[in-house]
């Protein structure tokens, strides 16, 4: 267990990484910049989904990086329509198979940008139509693939290249859009939110969603180091933080109703979050507009413990600190 | 260009740069992007720094967590072939520097060596590892103590023919006197007949200064290892008075062990702060002597009330025990005067006093007017032992203790070697069994004619390279100890628990500075750049990095829970 000698020459790479003991659905040599969340993400949702998948996957970073032509990383059968038709081409996919009797399952992929905003209209339709489909958003909070501009994702007091931080505003000026009570009202089977900071967890929601019948929404928070501001180091560390400062609340709906939260053990306050990313600098000053700004922050991080009772009244396997334990000889990642 | 209404139609053209063989993004290597790379680097762990042994703890407690005991305590006695032993009368400080304390509690260390120890005997393990080429030298080694045996363990390991001597007729040294109640005797004879086993040479009862001569040893020897211990004691007298039947505390010791027989006082004094006092102190009290006191002019273990005031050596936690089982001990007091009736003890007067260090000599100081009078029948000194000059006094030149040079080489020698009780430093049997390794490995390298390059201490990997995140707080295990009331005559005070309680206090274990393969970093890369080798054997590792792929972002080194990955700048 304890030798750092390089590995040797003769080492027959493509061999051993074929035989690794998980299935990769994406293969190495995308473009995502370096400790980019959703490439991380995406390679966690497709080790848990497996081979047998279709998947339609929107416009944006994702679709972009897997597939600078004429290579793919995809091992499975990918499609690129539009921004706006993830979730209609995906349904569309997932009526096909029904009709030829196959069993193969469906997964729609999107940013904030193709599911909060210019995809929700079909998205939407999905669910109300019943379709088999798991969507899964990546949820980077801006559209970053185009330049960092602002979505309905982007958190209140983000910086962004559309909601800039000035002498008028403290950043982005309006909400998080709050796509789950909208997801909920549609009353479909299964919705979770994940964290890449919390992989084993991320997995088991993914195969949830896949088990049950109908459609399933999956929102995955995923950090972008280039457009968050933070170092590529960092990314897990700050969706970390995401979570145990409740900004980010880790949950599961089951026909619109929260059934299971990941508890906080111990509360973070909103700084240390803030404090990691640039998006955020010009709230860590003295000034009294950053100073309200802050708090405000700290508001609906507070808001959101309360709401979804996120506070761990007892240290659990399962809390913000039990989740990511690991476990000597490999047998962390279920 | 226009619709050709008339003729057939043209084939389709593809220009160039319109079409191109589908690829998969391997062939992409984004590893050219990296400005810094990951590195899988050992580190030392603090307690390995600490273990006077030199044991790679977190290597045999990561065997046992995986359910390999053999294997475990096969790597331990790599380093140390008494664990059972060491387990049971080494005061850890092991455990003092682990970084689990600083989290929860200190891994229980000791009970795990202890437990690896005592499984070996029972199921009768021998050592690994002697299977090496042969080699044509011969070494004598002078002491069968636990640097004596520790060094000749290490040379047969090496492949020499070794001779081991000692004066007494049974190999293990001053571990023979330590009660049994704290290390019982079969446990000692075993490790020591294992060590034996080897194929060492034994001459037990030739005394170097009478039997042979040190000349004898340079002759007959390509290298000599002298673990004399001290065997000598210090002399002691109050203002040059002295009992008419003085005992020495570690000859009662012996007399225990080799007779079976105490003198029962009725209310003895122990003088000294050592192992050697407390060890009586209890002996005495578990024999039949109604009140047993000790003095001494140090302070209890613990926090000192002031730096540089001398703080008693014995065993913090044996010092503890004493207390709790009614020996009354009078720190920061010494012997003003005997009260003797003939040559008869009635009685001490006893002044406060206290001892400070001052640079490397102690001084004693007492405080006329503070006396008080303790009375009793016996006086014992257990104030130390010294180097006895018999055979080494060439070497001695005058000195109280070998000197030995970093190479483990006596002083103006090329061929002798030293170790253990006899040389500064040390007093605790793993320190022993650290300097006979170390002299085994110097004098491997002088018989291959290599340089002798003692190793320099590594420095343990700090507290902060350590993501903790990643465990959680867990009770320690602690041995089950037999309450003041129960303890019975000389049966050992602790007893071990069952493998499954080992093995999770083991796996409590933070692997300071190694890999705890835990999958961290390949679950995490976000570039797939972490590959699994699955145990291959052209691959001695749990992990590699595919440098083709991997963009450099730092993701594993930052969320690796144990330090065992080191970002560097990209050759």
């Known amino acids: ?334 | 260009m226009g619709i050709e209404r008339d003729g057939p139609p043209s084939p389709p053209r593809v220009t160039p740069g319109g079409f191109a063989f589908p690829g998969t993004t391997r062939s992409n290597h984004t590893g050219s992007w990296r400005l810094e790379r990951p590195l899988y680097e050992t580190s030392a762990s603090p307690c390995h720094g600490a273990c006077p042994a030199h044991e790679e703890i977190p290597v045999y407690l990561d065997h046992l967590a995986m359910d390999r005991p053999r294997e475990a305590w096969e790597s331990l006695v790599a380093a140390n072939p008494i664990p059972a032993v060491t387990g049971r009368v080494c005061p850890h400080p092991c455990e003092s520097s682990c970084h689990r304390g600083a989290f929860d509690a200190a891994v229980s260390i000791h009970s795990v060596e202890r437990f690896l120890g005592d499984m070996a005997l029972r199921e009768g393990w021998s050592y690994p590892g002697f299977d090496g080429e042969k080699r044509d030298e011969a070494v004598a080694v002078v002491g069968a103590g636990p640097a004596g045996l520790s060094c000749a363990y290490h040379l047969r390991r090496f492949g020499y023919r070794v001779t081991l001597f000692d004066a007494l007729p049974e190999a293990g040294g001053n571990c023979r006197v330590i009660p049994d109640y704290r290390l019982p005797g079969e446990v000692l004879s075993r490790e020591v007949e294992r060590v034996l086993a080897v194929g060492i040479d034994f001459r037990p009862g030739t005394k170097l200064g009478r039997d042979l001569s040190l000349e004898d040893l340079e002759e007959g020897f390509s290298a000599v290892f002298l673990a004399p211990g001290r065997q000598k004691n210090r002399s002691y007298s109050v203002d040059h008075a002295l009992p008419g039947d003085l005992h020495h505390g570690l000859d009662l010791l012996w007399e225990w062990r080799n007779v079976g027989t105490l003198p029962r006082w009725e209310r003895a004094i122990v003088v000294g702060g050592g192992n050697t006092a407390i060890d009586l102190a209890r002996s005495l009290l578990r024999t039949g002597t109604r009140e047993v006191h000790v003095v001494t002019d140090e302070e209890l273990p613990g926090a000192p009330s002031q730096p540089g005031r001398g703080v008693m050596p014995a065993i913090s936690r044996e010092v503890g025990m004493a207390l709790e089982e009614g020996v009354r001990i009078h720190p920061g007091r010494r012997i003003g005067r005997l009260i003797l009736r003939e040559e008869r003890v009635v009685g001490v007067e006893l002044v406060h006093a206290l001892k400070e260090i001052e640079g490397q000599t102690p001084v004693h100081r007492a405080f006329e007017g503070t006396e008080t009078v303790l009375e009793a029948d016996a006086v014992i000194p257990a104030v130390g032992q010294e180097v006895d000059p018999a055979g080494i006094a060439r070497l001695l030149r005058n000195r109280t203790v070998l000197p030995v040079l970093a190479t483990g080489q006596v002083e103006g020698e090329t061929r002798i070697f030293a170790g253990g009780d006899a040389c500064p430093g040390g007093g605790i049997v793993s320190h022993a069994v650290g300097s006979g390794h170390h002299g085994a490995r110097m004098i491997d390298a002088l018989l291959r004619k290599k340089e002798l390059s003692p190793k320099t201490p590594p420095t343990p990997i700090p507290y902060s390279s350590l993501n903790r995140v990643y465990f959680e707080r867990r009770p320690a295990f602690a041995l089950q100890e037999a309450p003041p009331e129960a303890r019975d005559g000389f049966s050992e005070i602790e007893t071990t628990g069952p493998l499954p309680l080992l093995r999770q206090e083991a796996d409590r274990c933070f692997s300071c500075g190694h890999c705890l393969e835990c999958d961290n970093c390949w679950t995490l890369c976000p570039d797939g750049a972490v590959l699994k080798t699955g145990g291959r054997s052209d691959l001695p590792v749990p992990y590699v990095f595919d440098y083709d792929y991997c963009k450099g972002c730092g993701l594993c080194a930052r969320e690796c829970p144990s330090g065992h990955i080191r970002m560097v700048p990209e050759p």
């Open chain 1, 1 to 334: 267990m304890t030798s750092s000698e390089p590995p040797s020459p003769s080492v027959d790479w493509a061999a051993l990484r074929n035989s690794q003991p998980r299935f990769s659905g994406m293969e190495s040599g995308h473009g995502a910049c370096q400790g980019c969340g959703q490439a991380l993400a995406t390679r966690l949702v497709l080790e848990a989904a497996g081979p047998d998948v279709i998947v339609a996957n929107a416009t944006g970073c994702l679709e972009i990086f897997t597939t600078p032509w004429p290579q793919s990383a995809w091992t499975v059968p990918w499609i690129h329509s539009l921004f706006e038709n993830a979730a209609a081409v995906a349904a569309g996919i997932e009526v096909a198979l029904r009709a030829q009797g196959r069993k193969t399952r469906v997964l729609a992929f999107a940013g904030d940008g193709g599911t909060f905003d210019i995809g929700f209209q079909a998205l939407s339709g999905m669910l109300e139509r019943n379709h088999d489909v798991l969507f899964v958003c990546f949820d980077n909070e801006a559209y970053m693939n185009t330049g960092i501009q602002r979505s309905g994702s982007t958190p209140h007091g983000a910086w962004t290249n559309t909601s800039p931080a000035g002498k008028v505003r403290q950043g982005k000026r309006h909400f998080k859009k709050d796509l789950l009570a909208i997801i909920a009202a549609h009353g479909i089977p299964y919705a979770a939110t994940a964290s890449v900071a919390y992989p084993s967890d991320l997995r088991t929601k993914v195969r949830r969603g896949l088990d049950i019948e109908g459609p399933s929404f999956l929102l995955v928070h995923s950090p972008c180091p280039l457009g968050w501001g933070h170092d590529s180091a960092l990314t897990v560390a700050v969706d970390r933080l995401a979570v145990e400062t409740g900004l980010f609340p880790v949950l599961e709906m089951e026909r619109g109703h929260v059934v299971e939260t990941m508890k906080i053990r111990n509360p973070r306050p909103v700084r240390e979050y803030l404090e990691l990313q640039i998006r955020f600098q010009h709230l860590l000053g003295d000034s009294p507009e950053a100073r309200e700004e802050r708090e405000h922050l700290q508001a609906l991080a507070d808001a959101n413990i309360e709401r979804y009772g996120l506070r761990a009244e007892a240290p659990g396997p399962r809390d913000s600190e039990g989740a990511d334990t690991v476990r000597r000889g490999g047998s962390r990642w279920g």
